[in-house]
């Protein structure tokens, strides 16, 4: 309740009246100079097509999260930005956004239906719609093809075991100096990266009734599985090997198999355009799953332009603007015709995610943002202190309660 109370305490001024702004303002977050040009190009586009629609774009240069709050805390929030998936559950809550509904009911046009299952209902609450998803990222399995060759594998692993297995057998002290220099894996410890397997395992954070699950057997299987591949010596993390995140480690050829989404495809090309890589659906647990990654386009209930913060967010990720915004591959299309249209299905590629959305799980957990950083100590604990993982996962199951919402 304190937590609440804050919030709404900064959101006093959220709600006055003042002179009405000439222009929509539009806000993201900046996270790489080659993005930043897709969405001016972008809005390049919409600025054509609706010229009576005066915008200025505001892009927030780091920190993204605390200055939007500030933002809207001190009632100088920007008339449509981007909502991360995972955060969204507590602005939902807070009721700071302006439901969707009305709007996609006078806009037939705009054809909802054309949204994979999964987005369509990605950003609802309480029976409204908060948002669209404006692109999507998921989780797939990425391995070096060279060290399969040399190892004697043909193809990826189908299933844990096998993943168990392959880790065991690329791992080498290729030098001959006693020391492994080349890992089968390589995972980060954090809650992102067990997600999957927990998924696979029929496990959750939390149940869509409020329960909290993430000391469930479930989940611990899963949480030991990736976790032994680490303890067995076959596996390594980013830390260990002096690198920044596991992108690094895998393009360095330190490791032959990793996780990740879309965005590592362009930082190999940077960082190791001679990598020989593919990518493969994730290693099958009790089910196939995997985890999907999306940003919605809202509207705060504080703006004074709804109807023409709207119009942006209508064209932005309608058909016409999502096929701009995602046809570089930088960004994976929640549409399914924008995804047929741009060769998706045909990409050697990217085909591997869109498959991967019909089974993937939208990472949004129905909790206060702090659940995140609670969850992230108890896997560094795990990592870097040998915890039990079990006594671990049920303690901070006890934690969470705090920050169910209400």
């Not at 360095?252 to 190791?272: E, F, H, V």
Request: glycine letters at 6%.
């Amino acid at each position: 309740m304190k937590y609440k109370f804050f919030f709404l305490s900064c959101l006093l001024g959220f709600f006055s009246c003042g002179e009405k702004e000439s222009v929509t303002r539009y806000t993201s977050w900046q996270s790489s100079q080659t993005e930043e040009q897709i969405i001016r190009k972008t809005l390049a586009d919409f600025e054509k097509e609706h010229p009576t629609v005066p915008f200025q774009f505001q892009p927030i240069p780091g920190n993204y999260t605390e200055k939007l709050q500030l933002m809207l805390g001190t009632g100088k929030a920007p008339d449509l930005f981007w909502l991360k998936g995972d955060t969204s559950p507590a602005y939902m809550n807070f009721e700071v956004l302006e439901p969707l509904d009305g709007f996609l009911q006078k806009d037939p046009d705009f054809d909802y239906d054309d949204f994979f299952p999964v987005f369509q209902d990605a950003f609802k609450y309480k029976g409204k719609n908060y948002g669209i998803a404006k692109d999507f990222n998921a989780y797939v399995f990425f391995y070096n093809k060279k060290m399969f060759r040399e190892a004697g594998l043909t193809e990826p692993p189908k299933d844990w075991k096998e993943l168990y297995e392959y880790s065991k057998k690329l791992t080498k002290d290729t030098n001959g100096d006693g020391k492994t220099d080349q890992y089968g894996f390589v995972i980060e410890p954090s809650i992102d990266i067990v997600l999957p397997f927990a998924y696979q395992n029929g496990g959750e954070i939390i149940s869509d009734n409020g329960e909290i699950k993430i000391g469930q057997p479930e989940f611990i299987e899963a949480a030991k599985f990736m976790m032994s591949l680490y303890r067995d010596g076959i596996a390594t993390n980013p830390a260990d090997m002096g690198a920044g995140w596991l992108g690094d480690v895998f393009s360095r050829k330190q490791c032959a198999m990793t996780i990740s989404g879309a965005w590592l495809i362009p930082y190999l090309q940077d960082n190791s355009p001679d990598l020989e890589y593919g990518v493969a659906e994730l290693p099958k647990g009790k089910k196939r799953a995997t985890m999907a990654f999306s940003v919605a386009m809202v509207i705060p209930k504080q703006s004074e332009r709804k109807e023409e913060a709207w119009t942006m967010l209508s064209y932005l990720t309608g058909k016409e603007g999502m096929k701009t915004w995602t046809e570089s591959g930088i960004a994976l299309p929640t549409r399914k015709s924008v995804a047929e249209e741009n060769g998706f299905y045909q990409d050697s590629i990217l085909n591997t995610f869109m498959k991967s959305i019909e089974y993937a799980t939208l990472y949004k957990v129905n909790m206060k943002e702090r659940w995140f950083d609670e969850s992230q100590a108890a896997m560094q604990a795990i990592f870097y202190k040998n915890k039990d993982i079990e006594k671990t996962l049920k303690e901070l199951a006890v934690t969470l309660e705090k920050y169910k919402l209400d």
